[in-house]
């Protein structure tokens, strides 16, 4: 388990062990403490809790995976749980069922703003190869908190009185919120590593005399599986690569587009072309280092998305770095407004990333029957494609095969010496 994974485990062991010490008694205190307060009561302040959460965290996840970075997700993380642990003695000036009402809908939304973002943190620092062990063990270590919370907190609410008890809930939960500022310098040390990590100075070139003949390719549209992969780096500068960034070129101008992306030509690499007006561009390995938090909504569209128009959210400045392909040095580039959205609109691509993946989900709902068209029409596309590979394989082969043997000529008959 590396350091970021425990100390989450252990943010979360304390919050919830607040939180376990006092849900099991709580409808006893509602019961006792509010004038008028039923049982009933103590079950409609669980679902105003349960309810605001259950709805708030549906927007809140959507909205961390549009973007998802672990800084965020840790302040969100930690305004959520800060207010959790603050609110927590509110409970004591509880005196009608509105007053509990409202503080449980307060709760309910700071859980929504916590949870997600706990769990975008968690899992994204969980050891790849042992995810699905680390992701029990947090949950055995998390139940047996609440087990053993569950069996003192009612001692202890006997003992000491609930405002007592609100107290400690407070200090574990407040507790674990100081944990989880332990983290912050490790993310940031790692967004660091992240960016250093990133690469040699240069890229090793293979120089070749080639006449490079620049053709159009094939645009993959929405529904082909290559446009959900992650590209993966470009290694060295040769024939093959200038090829390919020559054939993305003419692509592009074919299609009358800004910028492309090797995945819609169907290459895993990370190579991507533009041409804001300025003459075209070739990004290798391009990597964004900076976004700005300033961000604008523009109509974007996409060659693998035809006929699709989205107001889309992006940062208005970004600084990157990439290697040249005429000499596979590595760059840095601070750009803005549209030259900005290009590039972050393709190494979206390259990681995977389409456009409707930055709408919210209720946005995206409206789309269903346009992606569903560009689905079909990619199928068939897809079919083709792999017609006409077949084709052409056949012809090779058919070329290729041996001709039949000559038969040998038959020996000249023996000439007779008389
Ligand atoms: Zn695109």
Not at 140 to 151: C, K, N, P, Q, R
Not at 155 to 184: D, E, K, P, Q, R
Not at 261 to 275: C, E, F, S
Request: aromatic residues 8%.
């Amino acid at each position: 388990m590396n350091r970021s994974v425990k100390i989450l485990v252990a943010y979360n062991f304390f919050i919830v062990f607040g939180f376990g010490l006092l849900t099991p008694i709580f409808a006893v205190f509602i019961t006792r403490q509010i004038i008028g307060a039923t049982v009933a009561v103590a079950g409609l302040a669980e679902a105003i809790y349960l309810g605001s959460k259950g709805i708030g965290q549906i927007f809140v996840a959507d909205y961390l995976d549009i973007e998802q970075e672990d800084k965020r997700n840790w302040r969100w993380a930690l305004i959520g749980s800060l207010i959790f642990g603050l609110a927590t003695p509110l409970y004591i000036l509880c005196h009608r069922p509105i007053h509990l009402y409202l503080i449980e809908l307060l709760m309910g939304l700071s859980a929504a703003l916590e949870y997600p973002a706990f769990y975008s943190l968690f899992l994204r620092h969980l050891d790849r190869r042992r995810k699905t062990f680390q992701l029990s063990l947090h949950n055995t270590i998390i139940e047996l908190g609440t087990a053993v919370a569950a069996a003192i907190g009612g001692i202890l609410a006997s003992y000491f009185g609930f405002f007592n008890l609100f107290f400690v809930v407070m200090g574990c939960s407040l507790f674990g919120t100081v944990l989880l500022i332990t983290m912050y310098p490790s993310l940031s040390k790692e967004e660091k590593k992240e960016r250093e990590g990133s690469i040699k100075d240069s890229l090793s070139i293979i120089f070749s005399t080639a006449v490079i003949a620049p053709k159009v390719l094939d645009i993959r549209h929405y529904g082909d599986p290559v446009l959900r992969d992650r590209a993966r780096s470009v290694k060295e500068i040769n024939d093959e690569v200038r090829q390919l960034a020559a054939d993305m070129i003419a692509t592009m101008v074919k299609g009358d587009g800004v910028g492309l992306a090797a995945n819609q030509v169907g290459q895993l690499k990370r190579l991507i072309v533009l041409d804001i007006g300025q003459g075209p561009t070739v990004l290798v390995n391009p990597k964004i280092l900076d976004k700005s938090r300033k961000r604008e909504v523009l109509e974007e569209g996409c060659l693998s998305l035809p006929g699709l128009s989205l107001k889309i959210r992006r940062p208005c400045k970004i600084n990157l770095e990439y290697f040249q392909l005429s000499d596979g040095k590595r760059v840095k580039l601070l750009a803005e407004g549209i030259l900005a959205r290009v590039i972050l609109h393709e190494i979206d691509h390259l990681d995977g990333i389409l456009l409707m993946d930055k709408l919210y989900f209720w946005q995206r709902g409206r789309l269903k029957k346009q992606l569903l068209a560009i689905k079909q029409q990619t199928q068939q596309e897809t079919k083709d494609r792999e017609k006409g590979r077949k084709l052409k394989e056949k012809i090779l082969i058919d070329t290729r095969s041996p001709l039949p043997p000559i038969p040998p000529n038959p020996p000249p008959p023996p000439t007779k010496i008389s």
